[in-house]
């Protein structure tokens, strides 16, 4: 069975910085695929980060130089790096992790930016 278990979030000024971790457990982590996604309540899911196996990655337009998704493949965890965070950064940040036909989501955590 797929768990994943998110940590990290909370609420920081505009501005400041703020590092999500999800940590993996009942997949073969280092050739999965893993992403970073937000939700607002009345809005979509929307992707903000991918790392895939290779260690290719791609950013949501919103948040290209300022966040970053590192996988540590040796503890089964993917974080996401913000730095620069914005008022619009506001949401539930999900974590999934995908391989072959198996993908599963966490359980969300808040990050509020607000002053």
């Known amino acids: 069975q797929v768990r994943l278990v998110e940590s990290g979030g909370g609420l920081v000024q505009p501005g400041g910085s703020l590092r999500l971790s999800c940590a993996a457990s009942?997949?073969?982590?280092?050739?999965?695929?893993l992403g970073w996604y937000r939700q607002v309540p009345g809005k979509h899911r929307e992707t903000v980060a991918v790392?895939?196996?290779?260690?290719?990655?791609n950013y949501a337009d919103s948040v290209k130089g300022r966040f970053t998704i590192p996988r540590d493949n040796a503890k089964s965890t993917v974080y996401l790096q913000m730095n620069n965070l914005k008022p619009e950064d506001t949401a539930v940040y999900y974590c999934?992790?995908?391989?072959?036909?198996?993908?599963?989501w966490g359980q969300g955590t808040q990050v509020t930016v607000s002053s």
């Open positions: 999934n992790i995908a391989y072959n036909s198996i993908a599963s």
């Open positions: 009942g997949i073969i982590f280092s050739l999965s695929a």
């Open positions: 790392i895939r196996s290779a260690g290719n990655t």
